[in-house]
């Protein structure tokens, strides 16, 4: 496990960005962080230790970046009380920030060491570049989505209906999304792993919080819980604690029997009213990121112009941020159902069914005893994957 104790911090010094010289000159693994009033401050902390800054002392609206490396330290999520005099003195640069330039943008410099893992997603925003994201629930499709060059991956509690046979989501435990986390976070290093928190396992912000911290410690680098206004202290309570958070509004599938279906959001004045008041709300509660589920596309246009951090979209139409969709669905292997909005790229269904035919014709071949390949005896076939 990686030590997450931060190393000296230089005081942080606030100067002009302009002084690249200066940014140029930090030592190695040191942050820096870029206004948008053209002030740049600069600490030789390691990156990790942002997870531990709370996100009331950025100011509503700020933008929040996520320089942590892939796998850090849990600890770090963990020990916030016990950290060292030196976290508080960057702690206080942080705020002095935020205090002084209230529009302040915390940028990561481009030229600090990357984690592959956490991209700079506000940024990808503003540059209108598309933020794409797809669910896994398994190595092997973690893995590939992964080196597909996905930016992020979301153990999804839609593993519930695709893979375990539920009618819905509401079935779905604590302990199987662990499970599925760990399972997806050994086949992920380069995309965000955003882990799904299942119903009633976010009660209370205690429990949200509790909640969250199993799920790092399960190899996931963000959380995502559904909710706007009416769970904005269970987001801030994750936030505040350091851990990076993917906010979800519009249709929420863990509301499915209450609502009696997956109904279309922000069809009459008052939805839309409330689908903009939850999020602003998950913004200035420190989301990074909001999934918006069939949301009228108008009004997911309109969501998307308002708010500073990216709209990824499921059934929402093209003018979000980023674009989100259950793999299963993308990829034909859930041929019993498929949502209206999605267009399979793929029939994997189809394919399972024929070479699962071809076996069973294989194995009950004309000789009686099938012409599928035989291993020599004595030779031992390697199992690596690597
Ligand atoms: O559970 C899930 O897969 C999701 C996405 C479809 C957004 O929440």
């Known amino acids: 496990m990686r030590d997450a104790t931060p190393g000296p911090v230089r005081d942080a010094k606030l100067l002009p960005a302009r002084h690249s010289k200066a940014l140029r000159a930090k030592p190695p693994g040191a942050r820096s962080t870029v206004c948008r009033n053209g002030r740049a401050s600069v600490s030789d902390a390691p990156a990790e230790i942002s997870l531990n800054r709370p996100q009331r002392w950025i100011s509503p609206g700020a933008g929040y970046h996520h320089p942590i490396r892939k796998r850090q330290s849990t600890a770090a999520l963990q020990n916030v009380a016990e950290l060292p005099r030196t976290m508080t003195r960057l702690r206080f640069g942080v705020r ?210 308002t708010i500073g951090i990216p709209t990824i979209g499921i059934g929402s139409g093209e003018h979000c941020d980023g674009q989100i969709l259950v793999t299963h669905d993308l990829i034909g292997l859930f041929p019993w159902f498929t949502p209206k909005f999605v267009s399979p790229e793929a029939r994997v269904a189809e394919e399972i069914r024929r070479a699962s035919r071809a076996f069973i014709e294989r194995t009950r071949g004309a000789s009686g005893v099938g012409d599928l390949p035989v291993i020599p005896s004595g030779v031992e076939e390697p199992r690596s994957s690597n």
């Open 96 to 305: 002095r920030c935020a205090a002084f330039h209230r529009a302040c943008v915390m940028e990561r410099a481009a030229d600090l060491p990357t984690s592959g893992s956490m991209k700079d997603f506000r940024k990808m925003k503003q540059c209108g570049e598309k933020i794409t994201a797809l669910t896994a629930y398994d190595y092997p499709t973690a893995r590939l989505l992964d080196e597909s060059g996905i930016d992020i991956i979301l153990v999804g509690d839609s593993v519930g209906m695709v893979v375990l046979g539920y009618e819905d989501t509401t079935d779905v435990t604590l302990d199987e999304m662990l499970h599925h986390t760990r399972a997806a976070a050994r086949g992920v290093k380069q995309a965000l792993l955003v882990a799904d928190m299942p119903i009633h396992t976010y009660d209370t912000p205690e429990q949200a919080l509790e909640t969250a911290r199993k799920f790092i410690n399960a190899g996931a680098q963000a959380v995502k819980l559904e909710g706007g206004v009416d769970r904005v202290a269970q987001i801030e309570a994750i936030t505040q604690a350091g851990i990076p958070f993917m906010a979800h509004i519009g249709m929420l599938p863990q509301t499915v029997r209450e609502q009696g279906g997956y109904r279309i959001k922000g069809r009459t004045q008052s939805e839309v009213e409330a689908l903009l008041a939850d999020a602003r709300t998950v913004e200035h509660a420190g989301a990074f990121s909001v999934v918006l589920e069939i949301v009228m596309a108008d009004v997911a246009k309109q969501i998307t112009s």
